[in-house]
């Protein structure tokens, strides 16, 4: 295989680390399209908004075969020493790919399962399922914004599952749906792929059947302008999805379900309602025709549905209640939390299935999870999602942060290996105004949303009068006053809050899952099983009820933002049981524009990952430690007349000193051989 070169393939054999000198290794080699460059074991990707020939057969071939010192950098390369590092060490493996939305990060997992799901011969079916999952998983969870046509509005973590006889299977775990995106979108952008795709690639019976028009006609899909990206064919894409989900042994009868339920979601958002002249400001439906219609799709009564939408149902005693008619922005917000909810227990129905379909049937003992989760984020306006996203870039931050940086330093020290260290931005304050309890940003926010008179205005007042002299809290800039600002790790961003504690609520009342636990439709039966539990249990405290709060009388709402730190700490802690390896993808200008690097844009970026620290402590440091026992084992066919006499530490020191077991740079401790860039994989070929 042809190994192509412009300026340098791994970044810590640079003579001088400077930001401007890595900043022009990377721009020369992105001139050639050599889009990959490591700095050590991590791998830095440029996007190049192109298709290049770089994962063809025979490549991928050359990576699984071939030695890995010998080859260019390559995605396919970080996969390959994951499968190397599983299956030599028994321990499980993960790799995070990271960086600013719109930089390349769906594409590279999209690389990784397609490595890994052939690296060991001919694909089984199940491996060929793992594959499909891709085209579902966009559709039903990436859309378009500002900064990317295809960005995730979800994390996903994909694990990888292994026997000693190879892949068996594979388990999906999801967090932070970016449920608002059903209802609403920014200008410029789109709702989920699998609106459009619906629309475009429709037969005429299920145009007809399901009512569909064009998605410039429906307003939770054309809030953002232009309905359609200009290099993308929505209606074949439809085609692909189906035939995934056809793959997925998903029968015809329940994708015609799926369909059902979108176009349900849909046409709620065309439901309108007017202000009736009484006492009570009560609300009317405007166009009871759309809500017969919805009626229809959710397999429930027209009489109960209208009565749901304009009235809520609150508990007074244990077996009485009153029903309470709704304001006209109240009634709205009913509707909107029913078109969410619709989609978030679709989205959930079609993970399970999914891993239901891919699961391993023997028993496995090793992984590869992947991890692919959006990127920072900073609009010209933010809301609760995107101080989300980058509290979980915060953390994922951290974690690279605490690998790369403090666990090194802190391990060299233990072992007694002289070393200077490096200065690295810690961004633990960022983390604490964000997560801290009971004084955080979401602790206060959670608090302000438990009380039904409470207000975005309550809340912001409140972060100003506990938070306001954290050094990473900004206060609002001059002409916006309804923002706070916060000091990330990948500069400043100013939140709106406007529609936080609506947002965090995701109020969804328990009587109108009970209206479509008794749909006539089955399958809006099965994805309403799900929150069952909610409707049965739980008491309407909060005005309408609330989708998360615990049984009991007393009982604690359990808002989105608190699910989404307890499913970050959750994912997290999975990844602290593995090896990591990272993926850093940089994006080379904002317009997406082939060809195109933007000098500062790149600076940005290599600041905000600390690429430069990187670099200076992977040229500097050991990243391969083993321990003396398990490198004799490993290695000990170098020197075998020897072996049978040594100690492993002996063993050890014989084996390195050896020409063939001889590195660049290694170290013994006290308990463990410490080798330089490229030492293991010396060894290991």
């Known amino acids: 295989m042809e190994h192509r070169s412009a300026g340098v393939d791994d970044m810590i054999a640079l003579d001088d680390l400077s930001e401007s000198t890595i900043l022009l290794n990377i721009k020369e080699r992105y001139k050639q399209n050599i889009i990959y460059t490591y700095i050590g074991d991590i791998l830095v990707a440029v996007n190049p908004y192109r298709d290049l ?27 390959e020493e994951a499968y190397l590092h599983m299956r030599a060490e028994g321990r499980n493996q993960s790799i995070l790919i990271s960086g600013e939305s719109g930089s390349g990060k769906t594409e590279t997992t999209k690389l990784l399962l397609q490595y890994l799901a052939s690296r060991e011969g001919n694909q089984t079916r199940v491996q060929q399922q793992i594959l499909e999952i891709s085209p579902i998983l966009e559709a039903f969870g990436n859309a378009a914004t500002v900064n990317n046509d295809n960005s995730s509005r979800f994390g996903k973590f994909v694990e990888l599952l292994f026997s000693e006889n190879g892949m068996e299977g594979a388990q999906i775990g999801q967090c932070l749906l970016e449920r608002s995106r059903v209802v609403a979108h920014a200008p410029k952008e789109r709702g989920f792929h699998v609106f459009y795709q619906l629309l475009a690639g429709a037969t005429p019976h299920e145009t007809n059947t399901l009512k569909l028009r064009s998605a410039d006609k429906f307003h939770y899909l054309n809030q953002g302008g232009s309905t359609k990206l200009s290099h993308v064919d929505d209606g074949r894409l439809f085609h692909a999805l189906r035939n995934a989900l056809t793959f997925l042994q998903i029968l015809p009868a329940t994708q015609n379900d799926i369909f059902a339920v979108l176009a349900t979601i849909l046409h709620l958002g065309e439901i309108q309602f007017k202000e009736n002249q009484d006492a009570n400001n009560s609300t009317a439906v405007l166009n009871k025709e ?5 009626a229809s799709l959710l397999g429930v009564s027209e009489a109960g549905l209208l009565k749901h939408l304009c009235s809520r149902t609150m508990d007074v005693a244990s077996s009485s209640s009153v029903s309470i008619p709704l304001q006209v922005q109240e009634a709205i917000d009913s509707r909107d939390a029913l078109a969410k909810v619709l989609y978030v227990l679709l989205f959930q129905w079609l993970a399970a299935t999914i891993n239901a379909a891919i699961a391993p049937e023997v028993t496995t003992s090793l992984s590869i999870g992947i991890l692919d989760i959006f990127g920072f984020e900073n609009f010209d306006n933010n809301s609760f999602e995107q101080l989300c996203i980058n509290y979980c870039n915060e953390k994922l931050q951290q974690h690279f942060n605490h690998y790369i940086f403090k666990m090194e330093q802190e391990e060299y020290a233990m072992e007694g290996i002289e070393w200077k260290a490096i200065d690295f931005v810690d961004n633990q304050e960022c983390i604490d105004l964000i997560e801290r309890r009971p004084l955080g940003i979401l602790s206060i926010l959670d608090e302000e949303s438990r009380f039904p008179k409470a207000t975005d205005n309550t809340f912001l007042e409140k972060l100003q009068q506990h938070l306001g002299a954290h050094p990473r809290l900004e206060k609002n800039k001059l002409g916006k006053e309804f923002t706070f600002g916060v000091q990330h790790y ?18 969804f009342r328990p009587d109108i899952i009970m209206l479509c636990l008794g749909s006539s439709r089955p399958f809006i039966r099965e994805i309403f099983e799900a929150v069952k539990v909610l409707a049965v249990d739980t008491p309407a405290a909060a005005p309408g009820g609330t989708l998360g709060r615990k049984a009991g009388g007393n009982a604690k709402m359990i808002t989105v933002g608190n699910q989404f730190r307890n499913q970050l700490h959750v994912l997290l802690g999975s990844l602290h049981e593995t090896s990591p390896a990272y993926i850093r993808c940089l994006k080379p200008n904002k317009e997406k524009s082939p060809g195109n690097f933007v000098d500062m844009k790149i600076v940005e970026q290599l600041r905000h990952a600390g690429i430069v620290e990187t670099v200076k402590i992977r040229k500097m440091g050991y990243p391969s430690r083993v321990v003396f026992r398990t490198f004799w084992v490993r290695y000990r066919f170098l020197v075998p007349k020897l072996m049978k006499s040594l100690a492993a530490a002996s063993a050890t020191k014989t084996i390195s000193d050896d020409d063939r077991g001889r590195t660049l740079a290694q170290h013994l401790s006290r308990a463990k051989i410490f080798q330089g860039e490229g030492g293991e994989v ?3 070929w």
């Open 490 to 507: 990948a500069g400043p961003v100013q939140y709106d809050v406007r529609n936080f504690l609506f947002k965090n609520r995701d109020t």
């Open 53 to 79: 020939p770089l994962y063809l057969p025979f490549v991928a071939a050359a990576y699984a075969t071939e030695d890995l010192s010998t080859l260019p950098p390559h995605v396919f390369a970080i996969a």
């Open 682 to 684: 010396t060894l290991l």
């Open 290 to 294: 759309q809500a017969a219609l919805v």
